[in-house]
């Protein structure tokens, strides 16, 4: 069952002379990588159907790099704290249409200040509430782009099918003597960030994963994974090259682009590998695929396989994460079969 968009109308500017004009869309995602990338179906498809228009876009400074080289992108605004930061400049460019699909309080003021009439998104929350508290599932079985989708459908806006978009600058790039000689041509890419602890596989665990691939492998992530990279790598330093916070995003996004398998949590870069359709293996802790955020790839949809522990009451304990097990037990992560994620990677590096 599909849950519908809404529109909202608020007061209508009419601007005299502009009965014949290009339309203007502000899209509003404000954080965070992998939610960006997700929306990203919605601009290319707004921006190629239909009449010609300018599609801008509003996020955090922190994602900037997520969307500025996108070609169906005409502008980018970011803001670091508040929409005060960029709410003149907004105010100017008399908008068209809202379309909101972060729907949270930054994003709602944008709406309210801007006075033009605006669309988002169901975002599901209550039936996510049941599924966490009381183990309720009544979530649909509809994609969060599908989602997203619905809220440009009044415009005659439909999904072309193709999936996410990342777009890398082609002047970016991974220089060669940056990774170890042995990891120049073909590895397995290990993502081990991610927001929250409980979304990650722990290091014991990621350790005997890397060290079971017959095939060199590239610890991706952040600074604040740069710690934990360097501990995993360390039990197999010929093996195992720790590039977390060694490289910026987008270079991130160019030495997925080029592995022969990723294998991530359930994070922002595993959005940035279903986009360039690469083969992933895709691991979840204290969050569940039922909420519509699995890997996106249609017509590819067999390059992902996912692994959780099913069975546990305690699961999902969280929409989002925590930074401890509320349980103590992590046994989300910790039952993990991770023989069964070596079998999987050695199989598709193995037939390459």
Known sequence: MFSLGRVYYFCKITIPGRSHYM????????SSIGDIVLTT?????????????????????????????????DRVFTIDKSVQEVLPELQKENYDLIIDLHKNWRSMAVR???????????????????LVNFKIDRLPRVHI???YMEAVAHLGV??????LDYFIPPEIAVPMESLPSSHRQSYVAVVIGGRHYTK?????????????????????GGPEDAAQG?????????????????????????????????????TGLMHVAAAFNKKIISVWGNTVPEFGMVPYMPGHSDNFSIF???????????????????????????????????????????GE
């Open 230 to 266: 360097g501990a995993i790598a360390a039990a197999d330093p010929h093996h195992i090259f720790n590039a977390c916070g060694k490289f910026s995003l987008s270079q991130s996004a160019r030495l997925i682009e080029h592995a022969s398998l990723v294998i991530t949590n359930d």
């Open 145 to 147: 782009v599908d989602r």
């Open 308 to 350: 959780e522990v099913k069975g546990l009451t305690c699961r999902p304990c969280s929409k989002i994460g925590f930074e401890k097990c509320p349980r103590g037990h992590f046994k989300c992560m910790m039952q993990q079969d991770i023989d069964g994620m070596i079998a999987m990677a050695n199989g598709v590096v193995m």
């Open 112 to 130: 309210r200040k801007l006075h033009v009439k605006s669309t988002s998104f169901s975002k599901l929350n209550l039936r996510k509430w049941l």
């Open 41 to 73: 179906p919605v601009v290319r498809c707004l921006k190629k159907q239909g009449d010609p228009c300018q599609v801008h876009y509003l996020t955090r400074r922190a994602y900037k790099e997520v969307v500025e080289a996108n070609p169906y992108i």
């Open 23 to 30: 339309k203007k869309y502000l899209i509003i995602r404000l």
């Open 200 to 220: 990650q596989l722990p290091a014991e665990k990621t350790i005997a994963l890397c060290r079971g691939i017959k095939a060199p492998v590239i610890l991706l």
């Open 158 to 163: 439909t999904n072309d099918g193709r999936g």
